[in-house]
């Protein structure tokens, strides 16, 4: 009845008009599809590039572009061949680097910063301003002590130590004023701003004087360190969501912090855990600079490599897209365990103002 | 009275060893949050203190070592008027008349919301910390802003401070326009949303470095895919990597195309989470599109927006991998980033210049993010409550 009083339609307005409130009007549609398809050819265009150039050969390459595998060009495994057959444990060696400093790193910057995020949401700190203050005196005369006077760093912080533990006993009870959770979160949180150019000279110095550099450990240990603001701002606002019921209840029952944490927070929290844990993967996984510091040789890891294949003769294209096909595979991999769990909106649900 | 408390204890207490794990419970407080505090004193803190002190010494070589001089802020000077200006402040330009005229009013902006915090017109409390915080960022912007219009015209050149900045503020901008308009289609209800939120998630995965090279290859004006294209156009023997604008947008286009998946995925899962019933009512009304997305889906997402943007504006001050390697800073200085500056002041054995530069980093990188979540996502975070 209604729809006969109603005008008829031109083609026009019916273009731009949905039929319901649920769908979309189809010149809309077809917009949309032409611009998400574009923006998927931006995506992968590139990818592909490196792909094909993977199988080329120098003469593929400058002799200008060629496009389709077979018909363009007759694909080779030269380079292939060069990477894992020639060079072998010169490529494995980086490989095996970037897997174990990478995931390590992860683990432990996720699970410590896990902990230190539950523990600010449930657990209420009272830092004192006053120990706060005197600790960073005190490292500053470490420091001082270990730069200008030449002390033995060992010697300068055990002095430190020694000096903090007095002034906490005998000073601290006349400073008053404490800060809180907030304030400790955004501490930790600050520290991610700071780039890593300025922290990465005293550190290599650190793992120079103590004969680290160029080891797993050195990397493992700074990776985690970088990565562990992020852990704990992300985890907190999981941890946040999860209702105190719970944990009362377990608590009761006479569990202990440390179980309630393992078994009652890190179980429910397992999606923000997975985007917590892609997201560091991947930072750690192609970071570049702190490697281009810290590592020459025995801990050189992939992101290195794949930069040194510059070489005097001029870029070697078919040799780095090798590496740099290689190394998207482990992300993707972990990306496909723990993709649908991002894809949920979990990670949208982590960054909340 | 010690002796009596003692005695007291000892009897609800009766002789039992110290039982490790009621011990770790009892401190479970303290020691879940000890490794990160301990971690970050060590290989944050402490070496910003230590860099701080490289930062106002000169570093020199000797027999047997090296040795390090107290020289203050020679360093710093040197970097701001000294012979290192050109490479980080710029080569200073003359201003012209009209932009004096803009500079006056940008600056005259900063003035009017100070004197809108201090008179109280704005509503907020006045405090000590409030004001000094303000005051820092007005000057800093307003220093910064004085620069860009001196450098960036044609008779001064920007040096890796101004190019930084290019980076972050044009890259940042650029990449959240983006991301928010593919996730507002994406989140319209089409079919093969999973295919392209997974196509859209993938640059992120790829090494910077890798991407670097991708993007030399993709730019190669004679040899890449796009030649034939240029050559239609004329343009075959053209050389992008000579000209310092055209360089630093290529630099910028492959830093958007790593970055705008990470706004994308964010912006797309706070779009969806929203709820629907408001846009549904609004829509029955007969609100256009554009008036939903202002009035409804904007104010919605924008506290995870802002801290997004907060997420993206401190890494991208970091960039070092894409100028290092798809233009090797060239031409000239023309695409250094302070990072990349100081990794170079580094390479040549300037220890205190590389501290100082990464230092001024610090400071812009601190004054900028700060007042980035103090004045611009507090407020949007509060509004969308």
């Known amino acids: 009845m209604q729809r006969s009083k109603q005008q008829p339609k031109s083609l026009w307005q019916r273009m731009w008009e949905p039929k319901d409130v649920q769908s979309i009007a189809p010149a809309k549609k077809v917009l949309t599809y032409i611009v998400l398809i574009a923006w998927t050819f931006v995506v992968l265009f590139p990818l592909y590039w490196l792909f094909i150039t993977s199988f080329k050969l120098p003469i593929h390459v400058s002799d200008g572009p060629f496009y389709i595998p077979f018909i363009d060009f007759q694909p080779s495994l030269h380079a292939w061949e060069y990477i894992f057959v020639d060079l072998g444990s010169d490529t494995l060696r980086p490989y095996m680097n970037s897997v174990i400093i990478a995931f390590i790193s992860t683990a432990l910057a ?79 949180i600050s520290q991610r701003i700071m780039p890593p150019v300025v922290s990465v000279l005293p550190i290599y110095i650190m793992f120079q004087q103590s004969g680290l ?22 985890m907190r606002d999981f941890f946040a969501r999860i209702p105190v019921d719970l944990e009362e209840s377990a608590m009761l029952d006479g569990a202990s912090r440390m179980r309630v944490f393992l078994t009652i927070f890190m179980p429910l929290a397992k999606p923000g855990l997975a985007a917590t844990t892609m997201l560091i993967l991947i930072l750690s996984w192609n970071e570049y600079l702190l490697a281009l510091f810290l590592s020459t040789a025995d801990a050189q890891t992939m992101p290195l490599m794949v930069a040194a294949q510059n070489a005097t003769r001029g870029p070697q294209w078919w040799y780095m897209s090798v590496l740099i096909v290689v190394m998207i595979i482990p992300v993707l991999i972990a990306a496909a365990f723990m993709g649908r769990l991002i894809s949920k909106g979990q990670l949208g649900g982590a960054v909340k103002g | 009275m010690l002796a009596a408390d003692k005695e007291v204890q000892r009897t609800r207490a009766p002789k039992r060893k110290v039982d490790f794990r009621q011990w770790l419970d009892q401190e479970a407080p303290k020691l879940l949050i000890l490794p990160t505090v301990l971690i970050i004193l060590g290989l944050a803190i402490y070496p910003l203190l230590l860099s701080a002190y490289l930062a106002l010494s000169r570093f020199k070589l000797v027999r047997g070592g090296f040795e390090l001089k107290y020289v203050g802020f020679r360093n710093f000077e040197k970097l701001i008027s000294g012979s290192q200006q050109y490479h980080f402040v710029g080569t200073l330009g003359e201003i012209l008349l009209w932009e004096w ?58 040096g890796s401070l101004m190019v930084t900045l290019f980076y972050v503020f044009a890259g940042v901008s650029i990449q959240f326009a983006i991301a928010l308009g593919l996730a507002l289609l994406c989140a319209q209800n089409i079919r093969g949303k999973n295919f392209f939120r997974m196509a859209f998630f993938i640059p992120i995965m790829v090494t910077p470095v890798g991407i670097a090279y991708a993007f030399r290859m993709m730019m190669d004006m004679s040899q890449g895919p796009f030649s034939p294209v240029w050559h239609l156009l004329g343009l075959g023997d053209f050389a992008w990597a000579g000209d310092a604008w055209l360089a630093r947008w290529v630099v910028l286009i492959g830093d958007s195309w790593q970055w705008i998946p990470f ?101 812009i990188a601190v004054v900028v993010c700060v007042s980035f979540f103090n004045f611009i996502g507090q407020r949007t975070a509060a509004k969308g409550a």
Request: charged share 10%.
């Open chain 1, 110 to 188: 996720v699970f410590i910063g896990s902990m230190s995020a539950y523990a600010l949401t449930r657990i209420e700190y009272k830092p004192k301003v006053g120990s706060i203050m005197g600790f960073i005196a005190i490292l500053g005369l470490v420091v001082y002590l270990t730069v200008s006077i030449k002390m033995a760093w060992q010697l300068s912080l055990s002095i430190g130590g020694a000096l903090f533990l007095m002034f906490i006993f005998a000073f601290n009870k006349h400073f008053k004023r404490s800060l809180n959770n907030n304030d400790i979160l955004f501490w930790i």
């Open chain 1, 213 to 234: 550099l160029d080891t797993h450990f050195a990397l493992i240990v700074t990776y985690m360190a970088v990565n562990l603001p992020i852990a704990v701002w992300l």
């Open chain 2, 101 to 158: 005229a803009i500079i006056s009013v940008v600056i005259s902006g900063f003035g009017y919301w100070l004197w809108r915090y201090f008179s109280g017109a704005s509503k907020k409390k006045v405090t000590i910390i409030g004001s000094i915080g303000r005051l820092i960022t007005v000057a800093v912007f307003s220093v910064l802003t004085i620069l860009a219009f001196t450098v960036l015209n044609d008779t001064g050149r920007p």
């Open chain 2, 263 to 363: 706004l994308f995925m964010v912006l797309l899962a706070a779009i969806e989470n929203q709820p629907k019933e408001q846009i549904e009512a609004a829509q029955l009304d007969g609100a256009s599109s554009w008036r939903v997305f202002k009035d409804i889906t904007f104010p919605a997402i924008a506290p995870v927006a802002a801290t997004a943007v907060l997420i993206r504006l401190i890494e991208a001050f970091k960039i070092i991998d894409l100028p290092n390697i798809l233009t090797n800073g060239g031409p000239g200085i023309a695409t250094e980033s302070m990072t990349l500056h100081s990794f170079i002041a580094w390479r040549t054995q300037d220890l205190g210049g590389s501290a100082a530069v990464g230092y001024s980093l610090l400071f």
